[in-house]
């Protein structure tokens, strides 16, 4: 809710309440969010025991050799239901990004595209038209320091990034 009205991570309240006035501070409670962690480990689980927790609500998840890639199910079924188990075991107000890729960092690119409660794939049909809709900034992993040092490179793009020369991408470290 506090993202759609434009306040985000880093913001002391004294800021959000400038963008918000009617903005309510909750008090952490890092047991609630391990609770949910772990609740939604159990639930991903059912699926697939090859589950990586990447941050507190972030998880990559390899589904090569699943019960559910065995038994025919197609990546977006198998995000939809996750979806809809996430919503009775953790509540309905709990939605969840899915980005579903032949790798983690595009995996984590499709989950970002359509927040909150997307569901995107990125894959060889579809990686260049998605990467030209978006800028440097938006990807994984790319700050507004190393977009500088990528565009010192020559480098101003998604696409551009993508096409760039391994060893040039080295030479720039």
Same mark, same amino acid.
């Given at each position: 809710?506090?993202?759609?009205?434009?306040?985000?991570?880093?913001?002391? #309240?004294?800021?959000a309440k400038k963008i918000y006035p009617d903005? @309510?501070?909750?008090?952490? /409670?890092?047991?609630?969010?391990?609770?949910?962690?772990?609740?939604?480990r159990e639930l991903l689980n059912k699926y =697939?025991?090859?589950? #990586? +927790?990447?941050?507190?609500?972030?998880?990559?998840?390899?589904? =090569?050799?699943?019960?559910?890639?065995? !038994?025919?199910?197609?990546?977006?079924? @198998?995000?939809?239901?996750?979806?809809?188990?996430?919503?009775? !075991?953790?509540? !309905? %107000?709990? =939605? @969840?990004? #899915?980005? @579903? +890729?032949?790798?983690?960092?595009?995996?984590?690119?499709?989950?970002?595209?359509?927040?909150?409660?997307g569901m995107d794939r990125i894959d060889h =049909?579809?990686?260049?038209?998605?990467?030209?809709?978006?800028?440097?900034? /938006?990807?994984?992993?790319?700050? %507004?320091? %190393?977009?500088?040092?990528?565009?010192?490179?020559?480098?101003?793009?998604?696409?551009?990034?993508? /096409? !760039?020369?391994? /060893?040039?991408?080295?030479?720039?470290?």
């Open positions: 809710e506090a993202k759609a009205l434009g306040l985000g991570l880093g913001l002391s #309240v004294v800021e903005v @309510i501070v909750m008090m952490p /409670d890092p047991e609630k969010y391990f609770d949910a962690n772990r609740r939604f =697939t025991d090859n589950v #990586v +927790a990447k941050s507190v609500d972030e998880f990559a998840i390899d589904f =090569t050799g699943s019960p559910a890639i065995r !038994s025919g199910m197609a990546m977006e079924e @198998i995000g939809m239901r996750i979806k809809e188990d996430v919503k009775k !075991s953790l509540g !309905s %107000y709990v =939605t @969840i990004n #899915v980005g @579903i +890729a032949p790798n983690r960092f595009l995996a984590k690119l499709a989950a970002g595209l359509n927040k909150p409660n =049909t579809n990686l260049r038209d998605t990467l030209s809709k978006l800028s440097l900034i /938006d990807l994984p992993g790319i700050n %507004y320091r %190393y977009q500088a040092r990528l565009n010192l490179g020559g480098i101003y793009t998604p696409l551009q990034f993508l /096409d !760039s020369d391994l /060893d040039k991408l080295k030479r720039r470290k």
